[in-house]
């Protein structure tokens, strides 16, 4: 089962970009690379997605490098309500689909 | 509005005494799931069910029962609830088992067993 390995926390300043990188080096061929975040308690929101092509919504940038092997999701201008952890997530064709981990912590500075 | 809706968000109950939290989705996803919080563990998968009458364990199955009777619902129980389930629970949705859509999560319902 593909898992992933993220930073366990980071600092952005407010206005910059944050840049949250994720390895998930034993990714197979057909399984999608998802982010997610949780702001304090709350549910997890979904952020963005992507199998092999960049991504782009109004939230963020997904960029995948050619081997799969890694993604960075990119905040173009974080503000201070971006503050939460993100999860990066290998997407399971069976049982438990959405495997979780820990997640990277991302503080924005004002 | 698309939405997940757990119910009750908070729960202080005494050990044994059983209980069920329920989830309701408004989007006819056959996809549905529920989840633990702990702190340092993150969210870790205690049932799931990928259509009416089909659930099956997470990975944390042990002290838990679901059902789902209909698509919109699925409940979890906790038939003698201890100490250890004492956690954040998260009910989660997505359209089915297709790997290219995402899942909506509910709001939480903070369990304390004593």
């Known amino acids: 089962d593909a898992k992933t390995t993220q930073p366990t926390s980071m600092d952005c300043a407010e206005g910059r970009a944050a840049n949250l990188p994720c390895n998930h080096s034993?990714?197979?061929?057909?399984?999608?690379v998802y982010w997610y975040r949780q702001i304090h308690s709350q549910g997890p929101q979904y952020i963005i997605h992507g199998l092999k092509n960049n991504e782009t919504n109004e939230m963020a940038s997904l960029i995948i490098t050619e081997d799969r092997k890694s993604s960075t999701l990119i905040l173009p201008h974080a503000t201070l309500r971006d503050t939460a952890v993100y999860y990066c997530?290998?997407?399971?064709?069976?049982?438990?689909?959405?495997?979780f981990g820990t997640g990277t912590s991302l503080t924005v500075i004002p | 509005e698309a939405q997940v809706t757990q119910n009750p968000r908070y729960l202080i109950t005494v050990t044994g005494k059983k209980l069920t939290v329920t989830c309701s989705q408004n989007m006819n996803h056959e996809y549905m799931s529920w989840y633990r919080q702990d702190p340092g563990l993150g969210l870790r998968q205690i049932y799931y069910?990928?259509?009416?009458?089909?659930?099956d364990k997470g990975d944390v199955p042990e002290g838990y029962k679901v059902s789902r009777k209909e698509k919109r619902n699925f409940p979890l129980i906790l038939e003698s609830p201890s100490p250890n389930q004492t956690s954040l629970y998260f009910c989660?949705?997505?359209?089915?088992?297709?790997?290219?859509?995402?899942?909506?999560f509910g709001q939480g319902t903070r369990l304390t067993v004593v």
């Open positions: 997530i290998v997407r399971r064709p069976t049982g438990n689909q959405f495997y």
């Open positions: 069910s990928m259509n009416v009458e089909v659930t």
């Open positions: 034993t990714i197979s061929g057909n399984e999608y």
């Open positions: 989660a949705s997505s359209l089915d088992r297709s790997l290219n859509t995402e899942a909506f």
